[in-house]
Antibody
Framework: EVQLVESGGGLVQPGRSLRLSCAVSGFIFEDFAMHWVRQPPGKGLEWVSGINWNSGTVDYADSVKGRFTISRDNAKKSLDLQMNSLTSADTAFYYC?????????????WGQGTLVTVSS | QSALTQPRSLSGSPGQSVTISCTGTSNDVGGYNYLSWYQQLPGKAPTLIIYDVNKRPSGIPDRFSASKSGNTASLTISGLQAEDEADYYCCSYAGFWTWVFGGGTKLTVL
């Protein structure tokens, strides 16, 4: 069974940083691209960032480009999202998401999400 | 990276069929077949119900079907059931390794 467990969310002040992590199990991690998708409370989904199987391709939504960094460690089966210069607009549930393939296609498994609240 | 356009809400009675539209552009919906649909039950994470425009993952009932024509994709739920009450999101690959979601449709089963 595929399991994706996010951690690292919490309350953070505007301008500060936070690092999210996702621990995975139940599938061969290095065979799949991975993503982060976020959802402000009561609002819709937004793709945030993705990384292909070997970290050779990464990209970001315009809203986070230059502030967020995605990374993965295939040996540790973990996915991270470093978030800097946070603003209230970054307040959301952040989901760790498994892609269907190596190179990026669609999202076939989701974690339960971790809530990031940016507030003073 | 503008969100795809979905109706904000729809409703239907048990047994009826409903269709949710998802409109984008030739740079996303019309340009790629990585078009997927997600169901989000209240308080839960989204789950994949349609991928590659019209394919169903194992375990998804055939009451869920989907298609695409030009820049518009559609999800049809036939034989509506109370358990189908949820938020539904479309998502398309938008090129250059980016993805875009629809704004979401809240489906109410009357």
């Amino acid at each position: 069974e595929v399991q994706l467990v996010e951690s690292g969310g919490g309350l953070v002040q505007p301008g500060r940083s936070l690092r999210l992590s996702c621990a995975v199990s139940g599938f061969i991690f290095e065979d799949f691209a991975m993503h982060w998708v976020r959802q402000p409370p009561g609002k819709g989904l937004e793709w945030v960032s993705g990384i292909n199987w070997n970290s050779g391709t990464v990209d970001y939504a315009d809203s986070v480009k230059g502030r967020f960094t995605i990374s993965r460690d295939n040996a540790k089966k973990s996915l991270d999202l470093q978030m800097n210069s946070l603003t209230s607009a970054d307040t959301a549930f952040y989901y760790c998401v498994k892609d269907k393939g190596k190179a990026g296609s669609e999202f076939d498994s989701w974690g339960q999400g971790t809530l990031v609240t940016v507030s003073s | 990276q503008s969100a795809l356009t979905q109706p904000r809400s729809l409703s239907g009675s048990p047994g009826q069929s409903v269709t949710i539209s998802c409109t984008g552009t030739s740079n996303d919906v019309g340009g790629y077949n990585y078009l997927s649909w997600y169901q989000q039950l209240p308080g839960k994470a989204p789950t994949l119900i349609i991928y590659d425009v019209n394919k169903r993952p194992s375990g998804i009932p055939d009451r869920f079907s989907a298609s695409k024509s030009g820049n518009t994709a559609s999800l049809t739920i036939s034989g509506l059931q109370a358990e189908d009450e949820a938020d539904y999101y479309c998502c398309s690959y938008a090129g250059f390794w980016t993805w875009v979601f629809g704004g979401g449709t809240k489906l109410t089963v009357l």
